[in-house]
């Protein structure tokens, strides 16, 4: 029988930085559980705060920077825990697969180093046992001839195969959690959508948690079960994948699916030519610019004087759907 107990459950979590320019809220508020076995997707466009949201749940959050709210792994409340504490889990308990693999690999260490690294450190396994279990490590993750490639370099493998190998680092431990930040960012779509099938299987054989960041929505649709759409550090809508798919209640979510390119006769105008994408207007604002209500008034086509003062409500929609929008208060 499956433990119900959550996995990771954030509550009212938020991250202050302090900056040059004086002190910004980058994530506001965000709520979520997640149990063993779950999947659970971030997206949003870039600089919504999914990556910093991750960051948080890892306790990688830049120095200085207040987070507050609860933060609990296995039960454990993580908020004011020292970094020590934190290093116990990182790459043992809770494993992470940035989105630019060689940012992720140290040159100067070959990949073999690398993914035996954390058997060594949080194991405590010798050298040669170590590295018996990264050899079978790369193995799984699809790097050929493993024995022998151990011991090259960083530089010396693909964009595929080098995201392969964060993944091999990330599950060395067994962790109970994976966080995949862009896992398949500047991958040809063939890789990529090997990356993600080995992500899939991986999860479902070790009953792991997985979080996926992702700006793509074909990504979310075919890799978890629940996500949360992001905008300016805060969850706009969340829900089960499929239900957020075919409401799409909040108009930044509307206005993600509206920009999708499409396929097929859609796709075209009844001259026959190629329809122009339905952008959502404006910018991401930065941190420091953002409205005392909704984040995304400012470039909502159907935003209310009362967007840009107040911040809206949390309508519940569904059974875990959820979204916020003074429209959607005043249709129920």
Not at 111 to 139: F, I, S, Y
């Amino acid at each position: 029988m499956r433990n119900t107990t959550p996995l990771l459950e954030a509550t009212d979590l938020r991250l202050r930085l302090h900056t040059h320019v004086g002190t910004v809220d980058a994530v506001r508020g965000v709520n979520l559980s997640l149990r063993r076995g779950e999947t659970l997707g971030l997206v949003g466009e870039s600089g919504c705060g999914k990556s910093l949201t991750a960051m948080t749940l890892m306790g990688l959050h830049p120095e200085g920077a207040t987070v507050s709210g609860s933060l609990r792994f296995h039960g454990e409340e993580m908020i004011g825990q020292s970094e020590a504490r934190w290093c116990a889990l990182r790459g043992d308990r809770i494993g992470m697969v940035f989105q630019e693999p060689m940012s992720a690999l140290n040159p100067v260490h070959t990949v073999g180093h690398q993914v035996a690294e954390p058997l060594r450190l949080h194991r405590g396994l010798t050298a040669a046992a170590a590295r018996k279990e990264a050899v079978a490590l790369l193995d799984r993750v699809g790097i050929a001839d493993a024995a022998r490639r151990f011991d090259a370099w960083p530089h010396q493998f693909s964009g595929g195969q080098r995201q392969r190998i964060t993944i091999a680092m990330a599950l060395a431990c067994s962790p109970d959690l994976l966080i995949a930040d862009e896992p398949t960012t500047a991958l040809d779509v063939t890789i990529a959508g090997q990356i993600l099938q080995l992500i899939r299987d991986l999860v479902r054989e070790r009953d792991m948690g997985l979080i996926l960041i992702s700006h793509d929505l074909g990504v979310i649709a075919q890799n978890v079960s629940h996500m949360m759409v992001m905008y300016g550090g805060m969850v706009v809508e969340s829900g089960p994948t499929r239900e957020v798919f075919s409401r799409r209640a909040h108009p930044y979510t509307q206005g993600l699916f509206g920009s999708r390119p499409q396929l097929g006769p859609q796709a075209h105008t009844g001259s026959g030519a190629r329809a122009r994408l339905a952008a959502i207007p404006g910018n991401v604002p930065e941190l420091r610019n953002m409205p005392a209500g909704c984040p995304f008034a400012d470039r909502c086509v159907v935003s209310l004087p009362a967007c840009q003062d107040e911040m809206p409500p949390l309508i519940q929609l569904g059974q875990d759907h959820c979204a916020r929008c003074v429209l959607l208060e005043s249709a129920g």
